[in-house]
């Protein structure tokens, strides 16, 4: 299990993002209060960001948020209208390194998923004779978030979808075609422009997830995380199986699966 978060909005500096709010995901890589799987996010982080050229970025690290003496300063001088972040908590037998630190991106994306997939290595070969030789070499480590995260480029690159038809079809092929008995798939994706977030589980309950639109201290912008970021009452829960998709010039919607 892992704990997630994402801004979009007027540009902010990623300390404003990631290390000013009093519950960020600093404190909740330590101590966060609804993870029910796990109890340390210790096996690094990553953020991703929109520049100021549109394209998008990102940097992971395997070491924990808190250990990285450099963020600070970092976080200072780095100011962007989006971002997403995300600190690991590591599945067993799923290394520690760079590479299986989100977000993963690809073909115009950012991806996070919070959760797993259970069974893992019997659906991963099924998952790998699906996928097109191009979308497979693109995989640089060994996560299941990743393979997940191909699954739903594939769809994308083989169907008429948008990105929340394309995060439905990821979790009904997960579960039905590749026969995937149990996972939690809470994910957040954006191409730059729009946030997506889906809350979803087979076989467990749903992960916690919670947005705003409302919150005083990020004025006009829309907050996403695993668990509320500041105190403020302003956070709604996502409803399980559902898919929220803010950004844009439409309003917030809630896409039920």
């Given at each position: 299990m892992c704990r997630l978060a994402a801004y979009?909005?007027?540009?902010?500096?990623?300390?404003?993002?990631?290390?000013?709010?009093?519950?960020?995901?600093?404190e909740q890589s330590y101590a966060p209060r609804?993870?029910?799987?796990?109890?340390?996010?210790?096996?690094?982080?990553?953020?991703?960001?929109?520049?100021?050229?549109g394209s998008l970025a990102r940097l992971t690290y395997s070491i924990p948020i808190w250990a990285d003496h450099n963020l600070p300063v970092l976080a200072e001088h780095l100011r962007a209208p989006l971002w997403v972040a995300e600190v690991r908590n590591a599945t067993t037998g799923l290394a520690n390194h760079p590479a299986n630190t989100q977000p993963y991106q690809g073909d115009g994306l950012l991806f996070l998923h919070n959760g797993y997939v259970a069974d893992f290595p019997a659906v991963r070969a099924r998952l790998r004779r699906a996928l097109s030789p191009e979308i497979e070499c693109a995989i640089e480590g060994t996560t299941d978030?990743?393979?997940?995260?191909?699954?739903l480029r594939q769809i994308l690159a083989t169907a008429d979808f948008d990105i929340p038809e394309a995060l439905r079809e990821t979790a009904r092929r997960l579960f039905d075609e590749f026969a995937a008995e149990r996972g939690l798939l809470n994910i957040v994706i954006t191409d730059g422009e729009r946030l997506h977030a889906l809350r979803h589980a087979v076989g467990a309950p749903s992960p916690t997830l919670y947005f705003t639109t409302d919150d005083e201290d990020y004025p006009d912008a829309t907050l996403i995380a695993s668990e509320p970021l500041t105190e403020g009452a302003y956070w709604q829960a996502i409803p399980e199986h559902h898919i929220l998709t803010v950004g844009g010039d439409k309003p917030a919607q809630l896409i039920s699966l």
């Open positions: 979009l909005g007027p540009p902010v500096p990623l300390a404003r993002f990631l290390l000013a709010p009093a519950h960020g995901l600093v609804e993870m029910r799987e796990g109890r340390v996010n210790a096996d690094g982080y990553g953020v991703g960001w929109r520049a100021e050229d978030s990743e393979y997940v995260f191909a699954l």
